[in-house]
């Protein structure tokens, strides 16, 4: 069988010489995956940090711009169907066409900043998101890093967090559909992810860092950060996303609550809906990744079907001592 090529974030060949010599002066690493170099604290691949640069050089901020931040596997793709519904509610468009979730993936309608939109170019073509207002990004990048353009932009980030033990069993299986045929595949195990997380060198670790710089900006500035967390989201899904709402500052009216649409969002952005649709079950993103393999069981607690005791003492020690004072309870 022909070996699969790595997805463009993971790889190397996008370095401009600038970047090289940006690498050579910061501190460097390997996981299972690949060589990882540490910038402004986060832990990127190489081809990441380009587009991470890339972003902070040239990325002009709009005041309306909406950005959705998170860890990866911790709710992205449920946060962003979520954020392009309540959206939509707005748009007086034709009802006899599709919904843009019913033809598009999540992550095609909110592009990431640094793995999409400027992985492989320093100024990307952002006229079509200007077509909507507000413009919606995504990113994994912790906040300072994501500040870096926005400076006094009054631009609203909403951030979601999981569970750590929960995020390293989704990350686990995510990697193994996606490096399955790839050069990494023998060296990437559930144990190799553990010992990657729980040390921080991470592809956009280290975790407690990532969910700690969103959780101190959104105590400092809770009009424009809102935390979130994916274990509320499913135990509360009506309040939660009225929450989001209001933030993001297209409320539900009384009239639309007595209809039902609060229900009618959450139906169409359940895991079930969207994992059904067409286009989630066969198309791919930007970057080659399955759009199906961004469903799977969706469930809280789905570690312990997978972790010993000895892991789950070892992450709960971890995530005590990292979060401990600062009022983040998990
Ligand atoms: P990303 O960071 O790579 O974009 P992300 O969407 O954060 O991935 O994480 C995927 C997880 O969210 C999967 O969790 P699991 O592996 O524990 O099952 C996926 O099943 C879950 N997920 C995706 N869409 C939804 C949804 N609509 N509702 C609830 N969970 C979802």
Redesign the pocket.
Known sequence: MSKKELQPQLREDYLSEESKTLISSLLLSQNSVGKLCNYQGCWYFYNTLQGVVNFQKNFKPQDTDIILA????????????LTVALFERSKKTDRSCDHPLESDN??GLVPFLEMDLYLQNSTPDLTNLSSSSPRVF?T?MPLHTLQVPFKDSPCKVVY?C?NMK?VL??NW??KCTNLENTEVEGSFTLETMFDSLCSGVHFFGPFWENVLSYWRGSLEDPEHVLFMK?ED??VEPCGQIKRLAEFLGCPFSEEEEERGDVDKILEL???R???NLEINKSGKTSNKVCNSS??????VG?WKNHLTPEMENKIDNIVEEKFKGSGLKF
């Open positions: 998170s860890f990866p596997k911790s709710g992205t793709t449920w946060l962003k169907a999540p992550h995504s994994h979601i999981r929960d069993v989704s299986h995510f994916y989201l499913k952005c359940s895991l809906n969207l994992s961004f469903f799977r069981k969706g469930e789905d």
